[in-house]
C-alpha cells in the first residue's frame, strides 16, 4: 500500500454529507487546538464542547482516540505538503526557508501527536513520506540554483530540524534564532 493510500484511509471515514462533514471538520479544528493545549491526554469531551457537538459525534467519527490524533495528524501533514506548492513562486533560497520554518513550527506543535503515533506505525511513516516529497524538491530546487549546499540531503535537513525543536524554547523567537544558525550552515556560500 503506497503512502497516498495509506493517508487516504484516513480521510476515507470522512463523512460526505455537508452537515456531517462540517461535524467532522469542527472536530479535527477543536482537536488540534485542544491537543496543541494540554497534550495528547486532553479531554474528548473538551474536544466535542469546543466542536460544539455532543460526544456521540465525536466517537461516531473516531471510535478511538488514536484515531482521532491520525486524522488530526494526517491533516497537518496534508497542510504542510501543500504549503510547498504555494511558495513555488518564490526564489528557490527563500522558498526553502519559509517552508522549513512552517516545518519547524509543525514539529514544534505536534510532538505530542507523534508520540502517540508510535514511529513506526502505517500512518507515521505515510506522512513520513508525505513530507519528503513536499521537501525534496524544494532543496533540490536551492542546490541547483547553488544556493544550498549539495552535500546536505532531506534527510540531513529533517536531522536538523528534530535536533532544534527537541528542546522546549522559552519562547518562539528564540527557536527561530537558532533555525536562522542552522540555516546560515545550509546555504552555500562558494567554495569552502
Not at 470522512?14 to 479531554?43: C, H, Q
Not at 519562547?171 to 556560500?189: H, I, K, S
Request: charged share 30%; aromatic share 8%; net charge neutral.
Amino acid at each position: 500500500m503506497t503512502s497516498a493510500d495509506q493517508l487516504g484511509e484516513v480521510f476515507m471515514r470522512r463523512p460526505k454529507r455537508a452537515d456531517a462533514r462540517r461535524n467532522y471538520d469542527a472536530l479535527i479544528a477543536a482537536a488540534r487546538t485542544v491537543f496543541a493545549e494540554s497534550g495528547a491526554g486532553a479531554s474528548l469531551e473538551e474536544v466535542a464542547r469546543r466542536a460544539g457537538v455532543g460526544i456521540g459525534t465525536l466517537y461516531r467519527n473516531f471510535p478511538s482516540r488514536r484515531e482521532l490524533f491520525e486524522a488530526v495528524y494526517v491533516d497537518e501533514v496534508q497542510a504542510l505538503s501543500r504549503s510547498a506548492a504555494d511558495l513555488a513562486d518564490l526564489p528557490p533560497w527563500d522558498a526553502l526557508v519559509a517552508w522549513l520554518h512552517r516545518f519547524v513550527g509543525y514539529v514544534a506543535t505536534k510532538r505530542a501527536l507523534a508520540e502517540e503515533l508510535i514511529h513506526d506505525s502505517d500512518v507515521f511513516r505515510s506522512c513520513r513520506t508525505e513530507i519528503f516529497a513536499a521537501g525534496e524538491p524544494l532543496l533540490r530546487r536551492a542546490q541547483d540554483a547553488g544556493v544550498a549546499r549539495t552535500d546536505a540531503s532531506f534527510e540531513d535537513v529533517v536531522r536538523l530540524i528534530s535536533g532544534i525543536t527537541a528542546y522546549q524554547f522559552m519562547e518562539p523567537a528564540q527557536r527561530d534564532r537558532v533555525l536562522a544558525m542552522a540555516l546560515d550552515g545550509l546555504r552555500y556560500t562558494g567554495p569552502r
